[in-house]
């Protein structure tokens, strides 16, 4: 399958290229920089704000990964070209371009406000950042319902980047956030090579976050279940 995963140099989108790679797949990358560890079959340079290069880099794809966006909270003007634009100039492109996939990376940052709720379309937005992927969210509820793409959007965890992270989750009681790199890889590939129709909201998040967000939808609708609980999983040596 020929896959176009945004955001490829990003600490996700590196994994996941070389997941799919790896599974067989044809990956182009698109990102503002290209970062030695974003391995693709080929690689499109630009910015999501950008609808023309982002048609340039959609356009002969079967399916998109659309991990690209400012990563986490933000002042808002720093958010709206790349989270709220972005995300429709790609939904606009792969409509126009017959890409009937998408898998679209939102966060748990969009529910982890409600306490004790834990349906996978609670709606409880804890930043502006968050808001963002909400909108998101709406955005492929409505271009699958309309135009018939095949969109889920995966709340995805806490992927820890580096050690002063690791310490943060621990710190914050959130372990029950995390998720590994090579667990979001895997339920990339599975999500894309799946059969389904429609929209549907997920939790990728680790094992033994039960408590925390409701992983039932995943594992029904995709079969996937986390191997990894923290810190197992962690590119390098957690204290």
């Known amino acids: 399958?020929?896959?176009?995963?945004?955001?490829?140099?990003?600490?996700?989108g590196q994994p996941v290229c070389t997941e799919l790679r790896a599974r067989g797949d044809w990956v182009r990358g698109f990102d503002r920089t290209l970062q030695v560890g974003a391995v693709c079959d080929e690689f499109v340079l630009g910015d999501?704000?950008?609808?023309?290069?982002?048609?340039?880099?959609?356009?002969?794809?079967?399916?998109?990964?659309?991990l690209g966006a400012v990563p986490d909270e933000a002042p808002f003007e720093q958010l709206v070209g790349p989270n709220v634009s972005g995300v429709?100039?790609?939904?606009?492109?792969?409509?126009?371009?017959?890409?009937?996939?998408?898998?679209?990376?939102?966060s748990v940052q969009c529910a982890s406000g409600a306490p004790g709720e834990r349906r996978a379309d609670t709606r409880a937005p804890v930043n502006h950042y968050a808001?963002?992927?909400?909108?998101?969210?709406?955005?492929?509820?409505?271009?699958?319902?309309?135009?018939?793409?095949?969109?889920?959007?995966?709340?995805?965890?806490?992927?820890?980047?580096?050690?002063?992270?690791?310490?943060?989750?621990?710190?914050?009681?959130?372990?029950?956030?995390?998720?590994s790199r090579a667990d979001v890889s895997r339920f990339v590939h599975t999500v894309i090579h799946a059969?389904?129709?429609?929209?549907?909201?997920?939790?990728v998040?680790?094992?033994?976050?039960?408590?925390?967000?409701?992983?039932?939808?995943?594992?029904?609708?995709?079969?996937?279940?986390?191997?990894?609980?923290?810190?197992?999983g962690l590119p390098f040596d957690a204290e």
């Open 48 to 66: 999501l704000a950008d609808p023309y290069r982002v048609a340039e880099a959609v356009r002969g794809v079967d399916a998109i990964v659309h």
């Open 205 to 232: 998040v680790g094992a033994g976050s039960e408590g925390h967000f409701d992983m039932e939808p995943a594992e029904r609708l995709f079969g996937f279940r986390p191997a990894h609980r923290f810190p197992e």
């Open 88 to 106: 429709f100039h790609l939904f606009d492109a792969a409509r126009h371009n017959n890409v009937r996939r998408v898998l679209l990376a939102s």
């Open 1 to 12: 399958m020929r896959v176009l995963v945004t955001g490829a140099s990003g600490y996700i």
């Open 131 to 179: 808001v963002t992927k909400l909108f998101a969210e709406d955005l492929g509820e409505f271009y699958a319902r309309k135009f018939g793409l095949e969109v889920t959007a995966a709340r995805i965890g806490w992927m820890v980047r580096n050690p002063e992270e690791a310490r943060r989750i621990v710190e914050l009681n959130l372990t029950g956030w995390y998720i």
């Open 195 to 203: 059969t389904f129709s429609g929209y549907r909201v997920v939790y």
